[in-house]
């Protein structure tokens, strides 16, 4: 007979369960790859301990020299997705999506594997994803840490990225950006939001108000941040943020997916940004026939080479 330790006090399927004695079993998001060169197309990547006492790492990646006149690159930073709770840096579908973006758009990224919840509640996802951000910004002069920093990445041409959750990441380190006028160190020129996860108690768009999808949606956030307030906390529901004019950077570029529940969130997004005064320039580009965070998982598929395209031409100043 299984002992009361061993009692599953809460379940969300295929996802997480997490038992009486305050164990949690992540179900899916495991899987993990080594670093190296990649084979294709000659991609180095790295894992790097940034704050030992966390700690902290970040997998960065160089793309292969295409150009000799070509000595500094455009500077990613991106956060991965998985709603707070699975997932990381070194997952497969993450490490295998920005070796494609690192080969094809010429980027150095820094993919940040900051701590997850329910272990590590929000915000301290946010508060690590900050600390990544202040040690990429040692590095503006050349002086910094590490040696791809500082000789191949372009500090006056840097983006944040991330998908799903980690778009919502992604989006608060831009607020803070501008809020906290750091503009030495970081020079944040644009942010690229790919399926965010942005949610509200009130419906928008054609959100139907009675899709069980929205519960979970829901669900996993209170998981994922016990202490918040709910669905309208301004961590995930921009539209309660005083602060979201404060984007530090003067474009975004949004993806949208037709079957994605997150979809219409996405749009409210540029209203948002609108309406609170930001003025920089927003795109959002809707792929048709497909669902949440396609790209990481049909890499091939026509409209995942074309979003990826697209990340190029903007993070390279082409829009």
């Known amino acids: 007979m299984d002992s009361s ?34 084979p294709d197309n000659g991609v180095q990547s790295k894992d790097v301990v940034i704050l030992p006492e966390t700690p902290l790492s970040v997998r960065l990646y160089i793309p292969k020299p295409q150009n000799p006149t ?13 709603g707070f709770i699975i997932e990381s840096a070194a997952s497969p579908p993450y490490h295998n999506f920005l070796n494609l973006i690192a080969a094809e758009s010429g980027a150095v990224i820094v993919s940040v594997d900051y701590r997850r919840a329910p272990e590590h509640p929000v915000p301290v996802c946010f508060d690590d994803s900050w600390e990544a ?12 840490p590490e040696p791809w920093l ?4 372009d500090h006056g041409n840097m983006f944040f990225a991330g998908d ?3 778009a919502t990441i992604a989006h608060h380190m831009a607020i ?17 939001l790919l399926h965010p996860y942005f949610w509200g108690s009130e419906r928008v768009g054609s959100e139907p108000e009675d899709n069980p999808s929205s519960a979970l949606v829901g ?4 998981l994922a941040h016990p202490g918040t307030s709910g669905v309208d906390d301004p961590l995930i529901n921009p539209a309660m943020d005083p602060k979201v004019s404060d984007l530090g950077c003067s474009k ?10 997150l979809k219409d969130r996405g749009y409210y997004y540029k209203d948002i940004l609108g309406k609170n005064g930001w003025n920089g320039d927003v795109e959002i580009i809707e792929d048709k026939g497909v669902d949440h965070v396609f790209f990481l998982f049909n890499p091939s598929l026509d409209n995942a080479c074309t979003l990826r395209k697209r990340i190029g031409t903007f993070v390279n100043g082409h829009d």
């Open 5 to 38: 330790s061993d009692q599953i006090i809460r379940e969300i399927p295929g996802f997480i369960r997490i038992y009486k004695d305050g164990r949690c079993q992540k179900l899916t998001g495991n899987d993990t790859v080594p670093t190296g060169v990649d």
């Open 70 to 82: 070509v000595k500094k690159h455009p500077l990613l930073v991106y956060y991965h997705g998985g």
């Open 133 to 144: 951000i202040k040690w990429v910004g040692q590095h503006v002069d050349g002086n910094g």
């Open 150 to 153: 500082n000789e191949l990445a």
């Open 164 to 166: 799903s959750a980690g």
């Open 176 to 192: 803070r950006v501008g809020s906290e006028n750091l503009t030495r160190s970081v020079r944040l020129k644009g942010v690229v």
């Open 219 to 222: 669900e996993i956030w209170k």
């Open 252 to 261: 975004v570029l949004v993806f949208v997916a037709e079957k994605d529940l």
